[in-house]
């Protein structure tokens, strides 16, 4: 079992660079939803994206730790976000219910299937 020092080490000096750089990217807008968020009510639609954006910022530092689970997750994700923005983009919901950087989690997602064949 590796202690957190030793987690945040290796996700920090086993990738390329580009993947420490993206996850400082999720956890900073992660926070950042939150802190806009913040005088929202709980049980809202607004909270939806910060829930989203969580998954996201878990499934990328998993595959900046090189986990299949992390890439196949984001990947997935990725997936469902682009369906849904395009189910909806001209249907019931007018307004924006997807993650606001969906085609940014595209070129991530490209960057994911590039190194997949390093992961375990």
């Known amino acids: ?5 030793d ?3 290796d996700i920090a000096k086993k990738p390329p660079i580009l993947f420490p ?3 400082l990217f999720h956890v900073v807008l992660f926070f950042w939803l939150i802190w806009s968020d913040h005088k929202e009510p709980f ?3 607004i909270w939806l994206q ?9 499934f990328w530092i998993a595959a ?4 299949k689970w992390g890439a196949w997750g984001y990947l997935s994700l990725t997936v469902i976000n682009v369906a849904i923005f395009l189910a909806f983009r001209n249907g019931l919901l007018k307004e924006d219910n997807t993650n606001i950087m969906f085609l940014l989690d595209v070129i991530f997602s490209f960057a994911l ?5 390093t992961f375990r």
């Open 1 to 5: 079992m590796r202690t957190f020092k």
């Open 7 to 9: 987690f945040i080490v």
């Open 21 to 23: 750089l993206v996850g």
């Open 43 to 45: 049980p809202s639609m």
């Open 50 to 58: 910060v829930v989203w954006m969580a998954a996201y910022t878990v």
């Open 64 to 67: 900046c730790d090189f986990r």
């Open 113 to 117: 299937l590039y190194y997949y064949k």
